[in-house]
C-alpha cells in the first residue's frame, strides 16, 4: 500500500503483537471501547452485530492481508456495536491505538496507509449499500465469490445467507439453481 523502509517496518511491528486466535474464538466483543486494528495474516473473521431480540446478523468477512476493526467507533473512540469472531484458526498482528497514532507520526507514508485504508472500506461499504438494495439475492449470491474467493468453502452457509439478507432456505434455493444451470451450460457446450 505504501512505500516503507525496513526500519520504518521494523519500529511499527515492534509495537505490534501477533497472537492466534481459536475456531469460533471472538477476537473483540461490543460494548467495550475498540483500541487495537488487527492485520489478518491467516484465517478469517466474522463481523456480527445482534439486533434487539438477540439476532445475529453477518455484515462482513474479513480473509487474509486485510485489516479488520470496528473503525467508526475506533476513530470516535467509543464502545463497540459488532462483534468479531474468528471463523477458523485466526492469526492476526493486533496494532494497538498508540501504535497507529505513532505510525501517522513518524511513518513517511503513514496518514498515506491511514487514508488508503479508509477509502478501501468506504468503497467496500458504499458497494455493499448499493448491492443490497439494487441486486436481487441472485445477483448478490453470484457475486459473493469476487468479494470473498473460496468463501463456500470456508464459512457456514447460515452465515452467507445473514450476510446477504436472505434465509437459509432461500440461500439453499439459489445454490440449487445455480447448479441445474451449470449442468444445462455444460450439457449444450457438449453438444
Do not use: C
Amino acid at each position: 500500500m505504501i512505500s516503507i523502509s525496513e526500519d520504518e517496518l521494523n519500529d511499527f511491528l515492534s509495537q505490534s503483537i501477533t497472537k492466534t486466535f481459536k475456531r469460533n474464538e471472538m477476537v473483540s466483543r461490543p460494548n467495550t471501547v475498540p483500541n487495537e486494528i488487527f492485520f489478518i495474516n491467516k484465517g478469517l473473521i466474522r463481523v456480527m452485530i445482534a439486533d434487539n431480540e438477540g439476532t445475529e446478523h453477518t455484515v462482513h468477512f474479513a480473509l487474509e492481508n486485510q485489516f479488520i476493526s470496528d473503525y467508526s467507533n475506533f476513530m470516535q473512540k467509543q464502545p463497540s456495536f459488532y462483534t468479531l469472531q474468528a471463523l477458523e484458526e485466526t492469526q492476526v498482528v493486533i496494532l494497538p491505538r498508540s501504535a497507529i497514532e505513532w505510525g501517522y507520526k513518524n511513518l513517511q507514508e503513514g496518514e498515506k496507509m491511514g487514508r488508503l485504508i479508509a477509502e478501501y472500506y468506504f468503497i467496500y461499504q458504499d458497494n455493499r449499500i448499493k448491492n443490497t438494495f439494487s441486486r436481487t439475492p441472485k445477483q448478490r449470491y453470484d457475486s459473493i465469490t469476487d468479494v470473498f474467493p473460496n468463501i463456500h468453502n470456508r464459512v457456514p452457509q447460515h452465515m452467507i445467507a445473514s450476510y446477504l439478507g436472505i434465509t437459509p432456505v432461500h440461500l439453499s434455493r439459489l445454490k440449487k439453481l445455480t447448479i441445474r444451470k451449470s449442468k444445462q451450460m455444460l450439457s449444450f457446450s457438449t453438444l
